[in-house]
């Protein structure tokens, strides 16, 4: 099914992250270790993702994450620059679908899917008002 957003199909997008004491899994609390957590590397994946189709949107329109399904399969150390590369697989409606694989140096650290939702960033941001109003009644 094609897209009102114009949003090319097997569109790919990179981009490079370095791994700071912020991104470890010590200092988010996932773990005990100083290595990238995998919380970060979800983080970068969905960063990515962003960046890779907000140029489609007009700038009322933005993106929120929908489902994050990834492995992360090896270590990244702090100083360690990691690839992230994206690929758009599937567009319906507001739906994209992408495949993403994550790497520090030549080494698959991490891959998996995200799905993301085109989104009217005013409408969004009035039924989360919404919402926050009728929970504090």
């Given at each position: 099914m094609s897209s009102e957003y114009n949003i090319p199909l097997n569109l790919k997008c990179t981009r490079e992250y370095m791994v700071g004491k912020e991104h470890t899994a010590h200092h988010i609390g996932s773990g005990d270790l100083e290595v990238l957590s995998t919380p970060s590397m979800i983080a970068f994946i969905e960063h990515t993702c962003l960046e890779c189709v907000q140029k489609y949107l007009d700038e009322k329109h933005t993106t929120v994450g929908v489902y994050v399904g990834v492995k992360h399969l090896k270590p990244a150390p702090i100083g360690g620059k990691v690839?992230?590369?994206?690929?758009v697989v599937e567009v319906e409606g507001r739906r994209i679908k992408f495949n993403a694989k994550v790497f520090w140096k030549d080494m698959l650290i991490g891959e998996g899917l995200h799905e993301r939702?085109?989104?009217?960033?005013?409408?969004?941001?009035?039924?989360?008002?919404?919402?926050?109003?009728?929970?504090e009644k």
């Open positions: 690839r992230v590369e994206v690929e939702y085109i989104v009217d960033k005013e409408k969004f941001i009035n039924k989360l008002k919404k919402l926050v109003g009728a929970t």
